[in-house]
């Protein structure tokens, strides 16, 4: 599990977000940093270091994915020193296709999927289990009376779901 709470900026604007956040004495790793370390098989571990404006106060290093057998490092990740990641979107909504429940689960072979392809949303038919494969799905609602819209640098009324596969995509692609 991870969790999958929004850090708004002072404006409202969502333009970052902690990977972990500390939970007593334990860090509970993000949704997306979740998922990275499932797909990786590896584990996150955060460093820290004396914060050089206070003396009294850590602050975050690096965040480092490990391989739980060797314990080499798989990959870094790079976050601030408070441990934020800057996202970085990669277009409006539907930039990353979306696919309803009742088309995932219609027992059929095929399933529509709605994209944004040239800056227009177009809804396309796929065969689902070649479409599917090799990919991380992240289950949702985004249904506008859901309410769980979020401003964004690129809209207003962005959905929550797709702002992780956003955070996903930057971790994966660096």
Do not use: C, W
Request: charged share 25%; net charge neutral.
């Amino acid at each position: 599990f991870g969790y999958f709470n929004a850090f708004q900026d002072s404006d409202g604007y969502i333009r970052k977000t902690k990977l972990f956040v500390r939970y007593g004495l334990l860090l509970s790793q993000s949704l997306a940093l979740r998922t990275y370390s499932v797909l990786r098989q590896g584990y996150p571990t955060a460093y820290f270091e004396v914060d050089p404006n206070n003396p009294n106060s850590k602050m975050f290093a690096e965040l480092r994915i490990t391989d739980p057998e060797t314990d080499a490092v798989i990959d870094k990740i790079p976050l601030d020193g408070k441990g934020n990641l800057y996202i970085n979107y990669y277009g409006p909504q539907m930039t990353f296709p979306h696919m309803s429940a009742a088309e995932l689960l219609n027992g059929k072979e095929t399933a529509k999927i709605l994209k944004r392809t040239n800056g227009k949303e177009q809804e396309l038919e796929v065969n689902k289990k070649e479409y599917l494969k090799d990919k991380s799905i992240f289950l949702g609602a985004t249904a506008t009376g859901i309410y769980d819209l979020r401003v964004t640098p690129f809209q207003e009324n962005f959905p929550g779901l797709e702002t992780h596969a956003n955070i996903l995509e930057n971790i994966m692609s660096k």
